[in-house]
């Protein structure tokens, strides 16, 4: 028995496994969006419910910078220009909220000591950072 060449009713293998190659590689390319969407999103929906209250209030910057002043300038500067601490001018360009109420109330970078103001307390000291530039 010899071969017989495709006709134009018989498509190739060739042409079969190329159209079951496409809708492979939507999907594909689909789980990889998901992926890449979960990974950017879920955490922002996971956080902790005191960052989730934090982001949820409106702060005051001059309630903010008393707060600093007291608690955060001893290691900061006055004038948040960096002692022992870093300086925490643009900082919010270092870091989104999130980042910085994590720094904040963790202490995860010695000598930083935990901090865990209420979350109003805490808005209000986002607010003042975001004014330092």
Not at 69 to 93: E, F, K, S, T, Y
């Amino acid at each position: 028995m010899t071969a017989q060449p495709p006709t134009a009713d018989a498509p190739s293998a060739a042409a079969n496994q190329q159209r079951g190659l496409i809708p492979g590689l939507v999907v594909a390319a689909l789980i990889c969006v998901a992926v890449v969407v979960g990974a950017v999103f879920l955490p922002a929906a996971r956080s902790d419910p005191y960052t989730r209250s934090t982001l949820q209030l409106a702060g005051s910057m001059e309630q903010g910078e008393q707060l600093f002043l007291i608690n955060c300038a001893g290691c900061h500067g006055i004038a948040a220009q960096g002692l022992v601490g870093p300086n925490l001018h643009r900082v919010d360009a270092r870091k989104n909220d999130r980042q910085l109420i994590q720094q904040v109330v963790s202490g995860r970078t010695p000598p930083m000591p935990r901090f865990q103001p209420e979350p109003q307390a805490m808005a209000d000291l986002l607010a003042y950072l975001h004014t330092l530039s």
